[in-house]
């Protein structure tokens, strides 16, 4: 006999339907499975035939044949052992009413037949959408992610047996959602808590309003991890294509917690500086994302930057540049997106008080400590910013700090001015300003062109710096609802660039 269950396999972030197939004939008592398999699809054979044994069925002595179509996909993941599992089932003679037209089906089994959560539950339920197929049977576990499906028949089982008798007679078993554990809600920091810092405040809100990357430095307690904090708290939630792509990326790593994606919240990552090199880009036997990707349209904060092992920092230059990062494994490429804001966090030297005299690093030492950031990467900080030890003054004012809504709302009005701005583009920010378009939308009149050349010459730029400043100029105009990009914009833009460089050349004077 023959039977055919649609399941799904996985690609990067993307998913592909594919055909589960089985047939039971005359020969010799084997269980085969063919399809350009990986070795836990394969290992799926051994859990269904013991599954199937403790559900009290028995297995004819005849050639079971199992192929997952198309033929020269690689398959991956433990998503096929219940849709083999049912397929098998069909094939020796059960559920002869089930009606498998419009069917999907994907989870693992344990050994008891229990069905167990899997990764990447939503990308293969908008794939399985997307080809017309109707009715979905997943693990129970996995139900909460089908919520973002809609137009789907979406049931949930936690056995072998409830997902046999929903083919056989409909019967649907109670629907559990679960949903993230919410014992104590999380305070969300707001930047009215943040007191003084109104140079790092101001760089955080252009920051943000053109997506442009951000280096704070200054001593130890100074806020630069509160600020990078508070930053999730003036962007704007993510719009419904944004939110799918976040969330398909969640599915496929596997992480719990995605009601506050589903709400529209930017995703906010702070890995320690002690991760490796696949953990930042990705990667794996079976690629998966990794925190660059975790951060698209969201976040990245690096702390305490210069103690990042620096092939881990380099990693970040091609998405920096690109929005994506090209994994290549097992004769493979997969692409995974990295669009995300770069927020890094760093002292000045070992000890964190360089130039005060509380400093006590040798200059040896301190030239050392910054030499650890290459000049490539450095360069693609659109802004950088002191963040200075707050005076007892300021601790003691009694006068609230702006809020982080008033912020916001200055942002998302200069993010509006920048969707008018580039309607019918791929551009969506200031800072994804090709150089080709520069003199479109920075057009400078006489005064800003010779001012700008000035600099250029005097703080020797490279031209990367130099479109850097205009696109930050771009959004200091548009913050301050400004057609054109005026001299005060591009003096402001000019400062938070070649601040870095003040204090890069501070220190190598002091390299040896």
Not at 255 to 275: C, I, T, V, Y
């Amino acid at each position: 006999m023959f039977s055919k269950i649609y399941s799904a396999t996985l690609t990067g972030i993307e998913s592909i339907v594919v055909s589960v197939e089985v047939d039971v004939s005359d020969g010799l008592p084997v269980f085969d499975m063919v399809g350009a398999l990986s070795l836990e699809v394969k290992e799926g054979k051994e859990r269904v035939r013991t599954v199937i044994r403790s559900m009290g069925q028995r297995i004819p002595a005849r050639r079971i044949t199992v192929n997952i179509a198309p033929a020269d996909l690689k398959k991956s993941g433990t998503g096929f052992d219940l849709p083999v599992a049912l397929a098998v089932l069909l094939a020796i003679g059960n559920y002869p009413d089930a009606k498998l037209e419009d069917l999907f089906v994907a989870g693992e089994l344990g050994l008891s037949g229990e069905v167990l959560p899997i990764r990447g539950i939503l990308p293969m339920l908008l794939a399985a959408k997307e080809v017309g197929l109707k009715r979905c049977l997943i693990p129970m576990d996995n139900l909460s992610e089908a919520a973002f499906v809609p137009g789907l028949t979406v049931i949930g089982v936690r056995h072998l047996k409830e997902a046999g008798a929903y083919l056989q007679e409909g019967s649907i078993p109670k629907q559990e959602v679960k949903r993230s554990e919410a014992s104590s809600p999380k305070r969300v920091l707001d930047f009215a808590d943040i007191h003084g810092q109104k140079m790092i405040r101001r760089a955080s809100e252009i920051a943000v309003a053109g997506m442009h990357n951000f280096l704070m430095y200054g001593p130890p307690g100074a806020g630069k991890s509160l600020i990078a904090s508070a930053l999730p708290t003036i962007l704007p939630p993510m719009t419904e294509q944004e939110k799918t792509q976040v969330m398909k990326i969640y599915s496929v790593s596997g992480k719990e917690n995605m009601d506050a994606l589903m709400d529209g919240q930017r995703p906010f990552r702070s890995p320690h500086h002690s991760m490796t090199q696949i953990a930042m880009a990705g990667g794996g036997v079976i690629p998966r994302p990794g925190e660059i990707t975790l951060a698209h349209h969201g976040v990245l904060f690096l702390d305490e930057l210069p103690e990042y092992n620096r092939k881990t920092l380099e990693i970040l230059r091609q998405p920096l540049e690109e929005g994506c990062i090209h994994i290549s494994r097992n004769k493979t490429e997969e692409v995974f997106p990295a669009d995300f804001l770069l927020v890094a966090a760093m002292n000045p030297c070992k000890c964190g008080y360089y130039p005060s005299v509380k400093c006590h690093c040798s200059p040896r030492s301190i030239g050392q400590y910054i030499a650890r950031i290459s000049q490539p990467l450095l360069d693609r900080f659109d802004l950088c910013a002191e963040a200075k030890k707050v005076q007892i003054t300021e601790l003691k004012e009694t006068e609230k700090e702006e809020s982080s809504d008033r912020i916001r709302e200055r942002v998302v009005a200069a993010m509006e001015i920048q969707k008018e701005r580039y309607k019918g583009c791929e551009v969506l920010f200031n800072s994804q300003i090709s150089s080709a378009a520069i003199e479109e939308y920075c057009h400078l009149d006489t005064k800003e062109n010779q001012y700008l050349d000035r600099i250029y010459d005097e703080k020797e730029l490279t031209v990367r710096g130099y479109y850097r400043i205009l696109r930050v100029a771009r959004t200091i105009a548009d913050l301050s609802g400004s057609e054109r990009v005026k001299l005060e914009h591009l003096m402001e833009a000019v400062y938070y660039r070649t601040l870095n460089r003040r204090f890069w050349e501070v220190n190598e004077d002091v390299s040896v």
